[in-house]
């Protein structure tokens, strides 16, 4: 015969088990119910962190949208133009008169997509609402 002495705190009565099969399905029970309550706060908090990032894309603008797009993906276009343009070069799908003006217009698509990307790196942080930029202490922002 077991006894089961639960704390005072919790309010739930002291149960007597005259067998242990019964105890041992007690356990499991319990066990189930802890394994229901733990999925139950770990879904709540995946809930929480997919509201949280479907916000952040909300307030974010269309322009640091396109910034993020063309910085995270713009290296992948550069390599399929370059690859591209060597593939086509290697199998001789570019007649040899032409090598040098489809060279020439894959330098200014690399080119001005390269400053695009600079332009990305290099420029200043955002301004919040209140017209002051972002990431900088209160005595720089003017």
């Known amino acids: 015969m077991a006894v089961k002495n639960s704390n005072e705190s919790e309010g739930s009565p002291t149960v007597i088990i005259r067998d242990t ?3 041992i399905d007690m356990k499991r029970e319990e066990a189930k119910n802890e394994r229901a309550k733990y ?4 879904e709540h908090q995946k809930q929480i962190a997919k509201l949280e990032i479907s916000k952040l894309k909300l307030q974010q603008s269309a322009r640091s949208k396109a910034q993020s797009h063309i910085a995270v993906v713009g290296p992948l276009y550069l390599c399929i133009l370059v690859g591209g343009f060597v593939t086509a070069l290697a199998c001789g799908a570019i007649p040899e008169s ?3 003006v489809a060279s ?3 330098t200014l698509l690399v080119t001005s997509f390269m400053a695009n990307l600079r332009t990305i790196i ?3 942080p955002e301004t919040d609402e209140l017209g002051k930029k972002k990431g900088k202490p209160p005595s720089e922002n003017n």
């Open 104 to 106: 020439a217009l894959l």
């Open 39 to 42: 999925n139950a706060t770990v």
């Open 98 to 100: 032409q090598i040098s």
């Open 21 to 23: 099969k019964s105890e």
């Open 122 to 124: 290099s420029e200043s």
